[in-house]
């Protein structure tokens, strides 16, 4: 068995016990997980929006079939991409991505005392690294995502994605290396 935070446990009975300001406080926690499965994969605000919805509606549901052998974000990481793969299903459409929210963090990230011209820069390759993440295909940047800006583990991935920790390892090398190969292709090394 998996051991997680107490205060995690205690969110969810508080949750189970019909605590809607717990209720509140989780879907805050975990709003940003499902925000980078779910631009990961779908195109469109109005359709990510409900679809983040429907996610915690559907853990709401079922959060008391959670038995604590994975980390909470694992198993919320796990609906949130099975229902963006359902969604995807039910209108084939294709796999699409967003790092929108990476883009804030990289911003948010920057030094108070950046100049502005440094600060432009910062920018431009964020929005550089954003738009090749784009265009990957859909595997390769949800594990990106997860990986890097979610910090998951290869298990954790695996987990979520149903594919065995070595498979995730050799998507995530494959991701990095198609990254800096699509980088340096189109970008000179100084613009980087």
């Not at 679809?51 to 959670?66: A, E, G, P, R, W």
């Not at 609906?79 to 039910?90: F, G, P, Q, S, W």
């Not at 265009?135 to 583990?153: D, F, R």
Request: glycine share 4%; hydrophobic share 35%; charged share 35%.
């Amino acid at each position: 068995m998996y051991e997680t935070a107490v205060n995690e446990k205690d969110l969810v009975e508080n949750i189970l016990g019909g605590n809607k300001e717990s209720f509140r406080v989780f879907i805050e926690q975990y709003q940003k997980l499902v925000s980078h499965v779910v631009f990961r994969m779908i195109s469109g605000d109005a359709d990510r929006e409900d679809i983040c919805q429907d996610v915690f509606v559907k853990v709401y549901l079922n959060l008391k079939n959670f038995r604590y052998d994975s980390k909470l974000s694992t198993w919320v990481a796990k609906i949130a991409y099975n229902t963006a793969l359902n969604y995807l299903d039910k209108k084939k459409l294709p796999l699409y991505g967003d790092f929108s929210d990476e883009e804030r963090k990289v911003e948010e990230a920057i030094a108070e005392n950046t100049t502005p011209e440094d600060y432009a820069g910062e920018r431009e390759i964020s929005r550089k690294v954003v738009e090749e993440i784009d265009a990957m295909p859909v595997i390769y940047g949800t594990i990106l995502s997860l990986y890097h800006l979610e910090e998951m583990s290869y298990r954790e991935i695996g987990d979520i994605m149903k594919l065995p920790d070595g498979t995730v390892k050799s998507y995530l090398y494959r991701a990095r290396r198609m990254l800096k190969e699509r980088l340096l292709r189109k970008y000179q090394r100084e613009d980087l």
